[in-house]
């Protein structure tokens, strides 16, 4: 199975930075991409960031030009930097490992708090 760990949410003030962790371990056959999800009060789960494992990247419109994502493909960790972080920004961060072997599996982590004071 595939054990997927998130560290590095917290408090930060509006305009600040942060930058969350993912690691993926055990048997891992087919990786396709890794990602960051978002769930905030009331709201549903959405797509933040992800990579492939070619590098290709995809972010969400809200967050294009203040976040990054990054991936230590050796390491199976992927990173997200995010810079300017906004009230709105407040949500559970859930990474997401997604493979590919005849069918599509998406692996998460128990989600780790981002909250942004005004």
């Known amino acids: 199975q595939v054990q997927v760990v998130e560290s590095g949410g917290g408090l930060v003030q509006a305009g600040g930075s942060l930058r969350l962790s993912c690691a993926a371990s055990g048997i891992i056959v087919g990786l396709k991409s890794m990602g960051w999800y978002r769930q905030g009060p009331g709201k549903e789960r959405e797509l933040v960031a992800d990579?492939?494992?070619?590098?290709?990247?995809n972010y969400a419109d809200s967050v294009k030009g203040r976040f990054t994502i990054s991936r230590d493909n050796a390491k199976n960790t992927v990173y997200l930097q995010m810079n300017s972080l906004k009230p709105e920004d407040t949500a559970d961060y859930f990474c997401?490992?997604?493979?590919?072997?005849?069918?599509?599996?998406?692996?998460w982590g128990q989600g780790t708090q981002v909250t942004v004071s005004s």
């Open positions: 990579i492939s494992s070619g590098g290709n990247t």
């Open positions: 997401n490992v997604r493979t590919y072997r005849s069918y599509y599996r998406d692996y």
